[in-house]
């Protein structure tokens, strides 16, 4: 008789947290399901929802206003982003077009020790500076 007791205790106590797992598991795919949702409709639906309603309350223009202020930090954010990957890539081009004119000039300046005909690559530096640090 005890040990169909404890049996069943045991047993419930299973059953009980394989439910607080689905439980767990179904509020993280929620969570996945409505970060990817705000993902997909982004910022602007966000602000054209508070933009395009008529605010009548001071909760409402707050709302209003956080979600302009919120959407010009983001811009600035993106900008600012931007403005890192594009000096982060520009000091990982830098050396290798520097690598890569040391190499042309050197390869230039023994073809012309060994007295052939050398095209000068002087008139191409400028093209590659320019390729490389726009």
Same mark, same amino acid.
């Given at each position: 008789m005890l @040990?169909?007791q404890?049996?069943?205790r045991?047993?419930?106590?299973n059953?009980?947290?394989?439910?607080e797992? #689905?439980d767990?598991a179904?509020r993280?795919?929620?969570a996945?399901?409505?970060?990817? @949702?705000?993902? #997909?409709y982004?910022?602007?639906?966000?602000f054209?929802?508070?933009?395009?309603?008529k605010h !009548?309350?001071?909760?409402?223009n707050?709302?209003?206003l956080?979600?302009? $202020?919120y959407?010009?930090?983001?811009g600035? #954010?993106?900008e600012?982003? @931007?403005?890192m990957?594009?000096?982060?890539?520009r000091?990982?081009?830098?050396?290798?077009?520097r !690598?890569?004119l $040391?190499?042309?000039?050197a390869?230039?300046m023994t073809?012309?020790? #060994?007295?052939t005909?050398?095209?000068?690559?002087?008139?191409?530096?400028e093209?590659?500076?320019?390729?490389c640090?726009?």
């Amino acid at each position: 008789m005890l @040990d169909q007791q404890v049996l069943e205790r045991q047993q419930r106590e299973n059953l009980l947290a394989q439910d607080e797992a #689905a439980d767990e598991a179904k509020r993280i795919a929620e969570a996945r399901q409505a970060e990817a @949702d705000q993902e #997909a409709y982004g910022r602007a639906a966000l602000f054209h929802k508070y933009a395009t309603k008529k605010h !009548t309350s001071r909760e409402h223009n707050l709302r209003y206003l956080i979600c302009c $202020r919120y959407s010009k930090l983001m811009g600035a #954010a993106e900008e600012r982003h @931007d403005y890192m990957k594009w000096r982060r890539d520009r000091a990982l081009r830098l050396p290798a077009a520097r !690598t890569q004119l $040391r190499r042309l000039q050197a390869d230039d300046m023994t073809e012309w020790a #060994a007295g052939t005909d050398v095209m000068i690559v002087w008139g191409c530096k400028e093209a590659l500076q320019a390729d490389c640090f726009m």
